[in-house]
């Protein structure tokens, strides 16, 4: 079977599909291998190939989709405005073996917003339009669209939802934050549970997930057909086998201590190139331990960012965690800000 193949039997089986969102400089080949020993997403993101004039795939992002160690299907997501570049990336792509081609429609960073690509193409609808339709014919495998829900405001997504609509996606994922928004706290399930019930095809709801009963939840709750899973997934691999449990009735590993120093350790050996200057490898390794620290009490995150040697990064990280108590399940400022929708919010049209 072809990786395409597997994709679309996963989104079209009746289990609800567990994703791992694509994350720049995160989702490389050797995050897919450890998060994928802890169980692992149903399907992976990658990380966005920047699509211009004359570009042509990365080398290190296509190694996730030609050397990929996990089993499952890899999802290659592009960026960028320029119809004909994307067209022809999306073809070379497509000779490799991948589920499907993603679009990215949600990137905040003003590097590539201001170039009118990944979140800033939301300003322009009749630009998605042409893209949209362009890459719909060029692409013979799943075809799939990552969107935030608006650029400045969710009124927004009353334009973009009739759009989507228009064209023959295979799913959506929305990340239910407007791009001006960036990461902070206001995330709207209720517009997700809206598209899901608008849309012909499946949807998957990104955001602000971090627990198993949350993710529970908010299946219930959105009817959408799957998770995508960022961030909670660095801080806790076995996210996706913990809602897998959930889901089931059956008890869930609570991962202590000393599991995520062993975790720790796994991404040290599998990330690390011995190589690379030791102040390099300890700065490789905060890009993980930002959002594992983001749940712990204590002075974790505050010494680790502030260590630059691997045995300051070590001292770390043992004094930290070796030891046999459970760890909390959710970044602290979530645990306080997560409500599940409210259901006066389900029933509104937005
Ligand atoms: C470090 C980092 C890099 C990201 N890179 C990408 C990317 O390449 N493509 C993309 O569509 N989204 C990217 N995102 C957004 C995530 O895919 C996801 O939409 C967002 O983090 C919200 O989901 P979460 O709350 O589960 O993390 C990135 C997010 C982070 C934190």
Known sequence: MTAAESFSNLIQAPSP????????????????????????????????????????PEKWILDSITQNPTGKPVVAQLIGSDIPALVRNAKLLQKFPIAAIDLNLGCPAPIVYRKCAGGGLLREPQKIDAILGALREAVTVPFTVKTRIGFASPEEFDTLLPLFARHSLDLLTIHARTVAQMYRPGVRYDLIAHAARELKYPVLLNGNVFSAGQAKKLLAETGVRGLMIGRGAIRNPWLFDQIRAELRGEKKLVPTGRDLLHYIHELWENEITPSVRESAQVQR????????GD????????????????????????????HTEPMPLEPLDHAHNYHAIEPAALSQSP
């Open 295 to 322: 749940g712990m009490t204590g002075p974790f995150l505050h010494d680790i960012r502030r260590a630059n040697t691997k045995a300051d990064f070590w001292r770390v990280c043992e004094q930290a965690l070796d």
């Open 285 to 292: 390794m905060k890009k993980f331990t930002n959002f594992i």
């Open 17 to 56: 599909v567990l994703a791992l969102a694509p994350m720049q400089d995160v989702t490389t080949l050797q995050f897919m291998r450890v998060v994928a020993r802890y169980g692992g997403p149903d399907v992976y993101w990658t990380e966005y190939f920047r699509v211009h004039g004359e570009s042509r």
